[in-house]
């Protein structure tokens, strides 16, 4: 069996992000703000009607799949696998700070370059890694010709849809980043063959609430 459409959803907002620190891995609760966003976007979700529900365990991804759970009733399964990129020792700086800390690895960072974010954290391409493992186990498990909603991280989910329908690593800098609470959803072909991206940061508003209900 497998799943016919993947919905990758990021958290939502955190006081780290409207700061603008690198959170990476740090368990930064959501703000109230996030947790309205939450409550929203979940209430457009649940008229796909998941068959199952996943998540990142840190507090900001589970408690945003929270809301959609407290609708459809299902249990939240997490998975440290669909956690956001750890960036080690550059967690809770800036980028002026970063700048300072790591120059060199910060200039290749802007150039677009696969690098750690900092000697002691992760690659993209090895989020993308265990991302699109995760994922494709995911898809596998699910009830068939179902929807599975995943709720994850900003660069977790850009770099995992990519990898998942097969784009070339590169091709991840070139999507724009995922805003707060938005999602991709990843769509299995009719043929059954392959998977491709239906729609990238879509976000709920009051017409799309009235569209689905």
Known sequence: ???????????GRTEWNVENRFQGQADIPLDSVGRAQAERTASMLAGYRPS???SSDLSRAYNTAAALAAIIGLEIQTDKRLREINVGSWEGLLGREVDAANPELARRLRA???V???PTG???SEVAERMGEVLGE???AAEDKTTVVVATHGLSGRVGACR???LPFESWRLMGGLSNCAWVSIDRHRSGVYWRIEAYNAL???EGLEAIS
């Open 1 to 11: 069996m497998t799943a016919a459409r993947i919905i990758l959803w990021r958290h």
């Open 52 to 54: 199952a529900l996943y």
């Open 112 to 114: 677009g370059e696969d």
């Open 116 to 118: 750690r974010r900092s």
């Open 122 to 124: 992760e690659s993209p």
């Open 138 to 140: 995911i898809a596998e």
């Open 164 to 166: 998942f329908v097969g």
């Open 204 to 206: 709920a508003t009051a």
